[in-house]
């Protein structure tokens, strides 16, 4: 969700570009391929697969979106896109261009108006959840993907068949301290052994994906430790 360093602007939102982090979605022909990424994934996951979506796939209401805090430069320009780069938007809104992987592109689709997301810094010094954001407008097409000068420019991809997706988020608020990943994974490795409701999360099973759904149990528990004394 975030796009160069500040927003390439076109369009009535601005660009977030973003690229997830740590565990981008890349893949290179037959591969995936951890790719650093920031506003939106940078690495194009060339030999994924599109794979069929279900007529009636799960429905979910919560969120976690990766993009890079610090700056990291792709053809010249920096893909950098924090949780205050989303503030210091016009009404603190962008679009989260620049996914490039199939899945997360598929969970971004299912995304609804006014559902909430956890803002992830990936690819940092120390990762982790710093805020909160909204989902302010639904799954359209991603222009990035047209755009030779854009770093997430994708030549197999058509206008008249477009491949790429994005939603707009609206920054909602910090977190009251923030939550880093080492933390999160203390609670993870926990419930996985002796149960609770981040025994699954997909930041710990599903790592690489930019774009990752939460369940409500796990979104509720993860927004509470922020009340909470670090583990």
Partial sequence: MPPKKKARGSKTTVNLGKAKGD?????SSAKETVGRKRKAAASVEAGNKEGTESSSPPQHCHWLMKSEPESRFEKGIDVKFGIEDLKALPNQTGCWDGVRNYQARNFMRQMKEGQ???FYHSN???PGIAGIMKIVKESY????????KDVHFDATSKPD???WSMVDVQYQRMMKRYLPLSELKKYHLQHRTKGGPLKDMALFTRARLSVQPLTSEEFDFVLSLEDQEPL
């Avoid at 565990?23 to 893949?27: G, H, I, V």
């Avoid at 097409?141 to 030779?148: A, E, L, M």
């Fill in 23 to 27: 565990d981008d979605e890349t893949a």
């Fill in 116 to 118: 909430l997301a956890f």
């Fill in 124 to 126: 940092c010094k120390e």
């Fill in 141 to 148: 097409v991603d222009h990035t993907q047209f755009d030779k």
């Fill in 161 to 163: 068949n477009p491949k």
